[in-house]
């Protein structure tokens, strides 16, 4: 299981209960750790998988189908999904730009090194 993996999932009808888990590690993790360059981080990414647990399931309270109806949960938040606009796609995105410097210059020195 993996960030990206989050991130795919994010609009999918399911995307509470399959955060439920590691939100709970997420918070245990903040809770016990005492470096601080890494509980701000795990802190972010908390706020930012609770807030797009709550919009699921504040537009899962509004849908009128069936958890069995296939179609209408694979369509479910399909605008969202092609706009890309729900917050947590937003911020995952941030985090990959804000990364590929660094693989890139981890990219170059391995290559360096080889």
């Given amino acids: ?12 009808v399911s995307f509470p209960e399959v955060a439920t888990i590691p939100l709970v590690l997420l918070k245990r993790l903040h809770e016990q ?11 972010c990414l908390i706020d930012q998988v609770t807030e797009n647990k709550d919009f699921i399931e504040r537009k899962r309270e509004v849908v009128s189908f069936s ?8 369509s479910f938040l399909q605008e ?7 917050s947590f796609t937003r911020f995952y995105a941030s ?3 804000n990364r590929q410097p660094k693989c890139n210059v981890i990219n170059l020195y391995y290559s360096l090194c080889l």
Avoid at 1 to 11: I, N, T
């Fill in 1 to 12: 299981y993996s960030f990206s993996d989050s991130a795919q999932w994010s609009y999918h």
């Fill in 33 to 43: 750790t005492t470096v601080e360059s890494l509980r701000h981080p795990i802190k």
């Fill in 67 to 74: 958890p069995n109806d296939k179609a209408s949960v694979d």
């Fill in 80 to 86: 969202e999904k092609v706009s890309r606009t729900a």
């Fill in 95 to 97: 985090v990959a730009e």
